[in-house]
């Protein structure tokens, strides 16, 4: 399996029945069954899949009792996890260059870092993205470039 930054509008189709869940399933799977964790991540993904678990329990459209499952889930996964401290000046930059959030940023910083590409389900972040030297790639096209 190809090494790769995975985003939060990944993660969290793990836990959520959205398009692609099942393609994340299988990818997330075989990247869980090697040695070496494969997937990597900033901190700020636990907060941003908590924040988005927590809206849908707000919303009535989530269990909060499956949303805890879903944050002690994610917690256990075998992911590489760096500070977002260390991605801040690359962000803030990316950011600035790309009209794209901080939070969007730090993904690519962490990509760009690694020299891996960054598996997102957000085709808004990919197209802020356009002739960047960064591989921003969309679930169903991971699946493709880089299969098993």
């Known amino acids: 399996m190809t090494p790769c930054v995975i985003d939060a509008s990944v993660l969290l ?26 997937l990597a ?10 924040n988005v678990l927590w809206s849908k329990v707000r919303a009535g ?7 805890q499952r879903a944050v002690t889930h994610l917690r256990a996964l075998a992911l590489a996890t760096t500070p977002t401290a260390e991605l801040l000046d690359a962000a803030l930059a990316l950011a600035c260059r790309y009209d794209i959030t901080v939070y969007d ?20 972040l990919k197209s802020r993205l356009p002739g960047a030297p960064y591989a921003i790639v969309l679930v169903p096209e991971f699946l493709t470039t880089y299969p098993a």
């Open 41 to 50: 991540v900033p901190d700020l993904v636990y907060v941003e899949c908590a």
């Open 105 to 124: 940023a730090c993904y690519v910083a962490l990509a760009a870092r690694l020299a891996q590409p960054l598996l997102t389900a957000d085709a808004k």
């Open 61 to 67: 459209r989530y269990a909060r009792e499956a949303a």
């Open 13 to 38: 189709k793990l836990f959520l029945a959205e398009e692609d869940s099942a393609a994340v399933t299988r990818i997330v799977g075989a990247h869980l069954q090697t040695d070496d964790p494969l």
